[in-house]
C-alpha cells in the first residue's frame, strides 16, 4: 500500500484495497488531513506534506542503508 502524498489538497493517506464489494471505491486511512479551507490552513498543510514526505524519503534511505550494512553490501 503505497503513501499518497496530495500536495494540493493537504493530505497524506494510504488508500486500503479491501473492499466488500468488487465495484466499492478503495476506504482511505488519513495520517494527516488539513482542518480546514481557508488560504492560511492550505499553506499549513502543504508545509506538513512536504515534511511528512521529506521523513518519509529518510526513513527510506535509512533503511536501505542498514539493509546494505548487515548484508556488507
Same mark, same amino acid.
Given at each position: ?18 473492499? !466488500?464489494?468488487?465495484?466499492? !471505491? ?16 492550505? %499553506?499549513?498543510?502543504?508545509? &506538513?506534506?512536504?515534511? &511528512? %514526505?521529506? &521523513? ?6 535509512? %533503511?536501505? !542503508? ?8
Amino acid at each position: 500500500m503505497p503513501i499518497v502524498f496530495d500536495h494540493d489538497a493537504g493530505e497524506v493517506y494510504v488508500e486500503n484495497p479491501a473492499r !466488500e464489494h468488487p465495484k466499492q !471505491e478503495a476506504n482511505r486511512v488519513y495520517y494527516y488531513r488539513s482542518e480546514g479551507q481557508g488560504d492560511e490552513q492550505k %499553506r499549513i498543510a502543504r508545509i &506538513m506534506v512536504n515534511r &511528512m %514526505r521529506t &521523513m518519509y524519503d529518510l526513513g527510506k534511505q535509512h %533503511r536501505s !542503508e542498514e539493509i546494505r550494512k548487515i548484508l556488507g553490501v
